[in-house]
């Protein structure tokens, strides 16, 4: 069986963050989604060959002053040009963390991934307002959604 590779990009800078990523990453390795080989790397350390090497990614960042991360941005400003051509139609799904409302943030996503003709799977997950322990298994579900979906050849 070939498996394919879902990359998650995930911007983690605290310890209840942390408990985010880490619920997304244990959502898209559930041990009932077997031909999907995760990988998992924040923005830092993230770049073209990863993107390249995915057939589906996860962005999850913080709001930060009404806009993604600057971690996120940078890996954007970084992959960008090497991997517009090669990527065009890659599956993507974002999920925000947002003290606020998270609209800025979703806004300067999507116009990143609209020049790049990322297609988004499903509606972006944002965990609003104060931190909730609710948001844990929404983050688990929408990994294993992305995961799923992937082996399934849904997108």
């Known amino acids: 069986m070939t498996h394919k590779r879902l990359l998650i990009v995930a911007h983690a800078p605290s310890p209840n963050t942390r408990r985010l990523r880490d ?41 930060n002053l009404g806009y993604m991360s600057g971690a996120l941005k940078d890996f954007f400003d970084r992959i960008y040009y090497p991997c517009l051509e090669e990527t065009q139609g890659l599956p993507y799904a974002l999920c925000i963390r947002a003290g606020h409302d998270g609209t800025g943030t979703r806004r300067g996503v999507e116009t990143i991934v609209t020049g790049l003709r990322w297609r988004a799977i499903t509606e972006p997950l944002i965990c609003r307002g104060d931190f909730d322990a609710e948001f844990v298994p929404r983050c688990r579900e929408f990994g294993l959604l992305m995961a799923a979906g992937l082996e399934a050849g849904i997108y």
């Open 23 to 63: 619920a997304l990453l244990e959502g898209a390795r559930d041990p009932e989604v077997d031909a999907v080989e995760v990988t998992l790397r924040n923005p830092f350390e993230a770049g073209p060959a990863d993107v390249l090497a995915a057939q589906a990614i996860i962005l999850a960042t913080t709001e």
